[in-house]
């Protein structure tokens, strides 16, 4: 494992909407000591337009070109054992899933169909509390986009780590999962902080004040973009980038419960 130091770390809240490409924010950490220096925090169509194809693929550019780095994203990069039976692995499972699902209503409904009509969580969502399971209403278009269109293209073309499911490896960048709403019930600040009334705005600030005391250091210019986005997916995309800060401060990057580590090798594992 490379020292802590050398990492440069990518928050990304990820989104599966039709306005993907001003949905998906990243925010980009440099780590300095015992500090997560914020170095950029903008919306994905900064970059890559309004055409959501061409954010897919400014967001797999931007895994592939970023070396030693690990990237946070906040959709499911697996699903429920059960629906997976038929592979051999993860590896297996992610490679016949945009052949097996040819859309997210699709996907939905056939795990629905599987599960008896249940809404089944993965193990680790159950452990951290996540509010949706990786096919609930919410969340399954990202989950289905997420993996359609980051994690099996990087996947097929050998260009990153997904951990825990596969081994790390320093010469590729690292992806892992995170879930924000879980990092901030860890943290005890899981309040809602989402919308354009002044309140909402002022939890946003208690939350970012939060986080600066935890080790975050952000410019003033970054303060006010992150509190000014109304729908919360600037902060959430910090929220992620410490999330992974810390997973990497507490040595738990390539470690999971040793009780657990098949079953998470195969349903994933959100780190917070």
């Known amino acids: 494992m490379l020292e802590d ?40 169509e900064d970059i890559a337009g309004k055409h959501p194809q061409d ?3 400014a967001l797999r550019d931007l895994i592939t070109g970023a070396n030693a780095s690990i990237f946070g994203m906040d959709f499911p990069l697996s699903v429920p054992l059960l629906f997976m039976d038929k592979f051999s692995d993860w590896t297996a499972f992610i490679k016949q ?11 939905r409904k056939s795990f629905y169909s599987l599960s008896g009509g249940k809404e089944l969580k993965r193990i680790t969502e159950s452990k951290v509390k996540a509010p949706f399971s990786s096919y ?40 892992i999962e995170i879930c924000p709403a879980c990092t901030l019930k860890k943290e ?14 002022g939890r946003r600030s208690q939350i970012l004040d939060r986080l600066i005391n935890m080790g975050l250091n952000v410019e003033p210019d970054y303060e006010s ?7 919360g997916d600037a902060l959430d995309s910090v929220i992620a980038s410490m999330s992974v800060f810390y997973t990497l401060k507490r040595k738990k990057i390539t470690q999971c419960d040793r009780s657990d580590c098949d079953i998470y090798r195969t349903e994933g594992y959100i780190f917070s």
């Not at 990518?10 to 500090?35: A, E, V």
């Not at 899933?97 to 699709?106: A, C, G, K, L």
Request: proline share 7%.
């Open 55 to 57: 954010c897919y693929n």
């Open 5 to 44: 130091s050398r990492y440069v770390i990518y928050g990304i809240d990820f989104s599966g909407s039709q306005h993907t490409c001003s949905k998906i924010w990243i925010t980009k950490g440099i780590i300095n000591g015992p500090y997560l220096e914020l170095a950029d925090c903008y919306p994905l």
């Open 97 to 107: 899933f945009p052949e097996r699902y040819s859309t997210p209503e699709n996907f």
């Open 136 to 175: 609930n209403l919410r969340l399954f278009r990202q989950t289905y986009y997420g993996i359609c269109n980051v994690i099996h293209p990087l996947l097929n073309l050998n260009e990153a780590r997904f951990l825990p499911m596969q081994k790390a490896d320093v010469r590729f960048p690292w992806v």
């Open 225 to 231: 973009r992150i509190i000014d986005n109304t729908p």
């Open 188 to 201: 005890k600040m899981y309040h809602s902080y989402k919308g354009k009334s002044v309140d909402k705005a």
